[in-house]
């Protein structure tokens, strides 16, 4: 299994992994590591396990969850020594989720630390803010890296747009204007490693472009699920197969709880 990785600083990588190119964070603080969020497949954390053992001579001592769905839980079975801080409503979120294999049914841990608002964590030279940002899901934490210009943004966004099987437009939206104003130069989403934060704004255009395509399309079923991706994106954004993967499943969830009508 191979991992990727992306250097933020001498003592802070992003590692993603095969499994849909699913994040884990780790910051370093001597041989102890905190990490943000913990990749998607039984494979990718056992790999990842052997990374820390073996390369980083570290271990994970506490791991942030963004938010409760299985593609990014999958390393917390394999650091049992670690604690688990996640939202208060993590559980809620995890019992909601619809699309997950068998394998990622079994990932669920129960967090050892909950939280239902702000919190300042000091790890070596980090000062890191976590604080709830529901829209997505209602347990979603962003986090924010001042010493690495960062935000965590969590799956608020997914690549240039934003998902609305889980949450309302609206709420997603202030959930989006929200980690956009913490105005950082990097941020990391839940998959593919470091986006520049014009993703944030996109995803904000996003469901605005699809709100006026659902109202023009009066609702229609098969006029709703005529409308482009390209059609919903900033002109100079050329959606990708995961983007055009859940803006299918977008038409689907607005036909179904019939948004926007």
């Not at 690495?148 to 949450?167: K, P």
């Amino acid at each position: 299994m191979s991992l990727k990785t992306q250097s933020l600083a001498p003592d802070a990588l992003v590692v993603i992994g095969e499994a849909y190119a699913s994040n884990a964070t780790l910051f370093l603080h001597g041989r102890d590591v905190l990490m943000v969020d913990a990749l998607g497949s039984r494979a990718d954390a056992e790999a990842l396990r052997r990374f820390v053992q073996d390369e980083l001579h570290a271990r994970v001592r506490l791991a942030v969850c963004t938010h409760g769905f299985s593609d990014h839980l999958a390393a917390l079975q394999v650091f049992p020594e670690a604690l688990v801080l996640a939202h208060e409503r993590f559980e809620d979120t995890f019992q909601a989720e619809r699309f997950r294999t068998d394998e990622e049914a079994g990932f669920f841990r129960a967090p050892e630390l909950r939280v239902g608002g702000p919190l300042h964590l000091q790890w070596g030279r980090y000062a890191l803010e976590v604080f709830p940002n529901a829209g997505h899901t209602a347990s979603t934490l962003n986090i924010d890296v001042p010493a690495l210009d960062l935000l965590f943004s969590a799956d608020t966004a997914v690549g240039h747009m934003a998902y609305v099987a889980y949450g309302e437009p609206a709420a997603i939206d202030a959930a989006l204007w929200r980690s956009e104003a913490r105005g950082r130069s990097r941020v990391i989403q839940g998959h593919g490693g470091v986006v520049s934060p014009r993703t944030l704004s996109s995803a904000r255009h996003y469901l605005r472009a699809l709100e006026g395509a659902v109202r023009e399309a009066r609702g229609a079923p098969e006029r709703v699920r005529a409308i482009a991706l390209a059609a919903c994106l900033p002109a100079d954004v050329r959606g990708s197969e995961v983007e055009a993967f859940f803006h299918s499943r977008n038409l689907e969830e607005v036909v179904a709880r019939r948004l926007w009508a």
